[in-house]
């Protein structure tokens, strides 16, 4: 089991860039790939990027593909997802997630462990 606080999210405006943090607790983090996942109001939850148990694989959504990249630090449990030329299409709310495996997935059935969300706003 683990535990996933995200943070780092706020309004920022358009082509600005915003790091998102995930703090997890409660297991071995190298154990987990973890992704990131948006919610836009009216939509469903969605993925956004992974990176497998050793950091040594990461996937990206087409629509943020070099605009976000995951990254994570296994020694401070942590998982990051730099956001750079935000637009108002990335508005969302932004969760991070564990999934109890060390290669890349991209199924959200996969993911057995969320964080609350953090919300990021991009004004236009």
């Known amino acids: 089991q683990v535990q996933l606080v995200e943070s780092g999210g706020g309004l920022v405006q358009t082509g600005d860039s915003l790091r998102l943090s995930c703090a997890a607790s409660g297991s071995t983090f190298s154990d987990y790939a973890l992704g990131w996942f948006r919610q836009a109001p009216g939509k469903g939850r969605e993925f956004v990027a992974s990176i497998d148990g050793a950091a040594s694989l990461t996937y990206h959504e087409n629509s943020v593909r070099g605009r976000f990249t995951i990254s994570r630090d296994n020694a401070r449990n942590t998982v990051f997802l730099q956001m750079r030329g935000l637009t108002p299409e990335d508005t969302a709310v932004y969760y991070c997630?564990?999934?109890?495996?060390?290669?890349?997935?991209?199924?959200?059935?996969?993911?057995?462990?969320w964080g609350q969300g953090t919300q990021v706003t991009v004004s236009s």
């Open positions: 997630a564990a999934a109890r495996t060390t290669t890349v997935v991209v199924r959200i059935s996969d993911y057995a462990y």
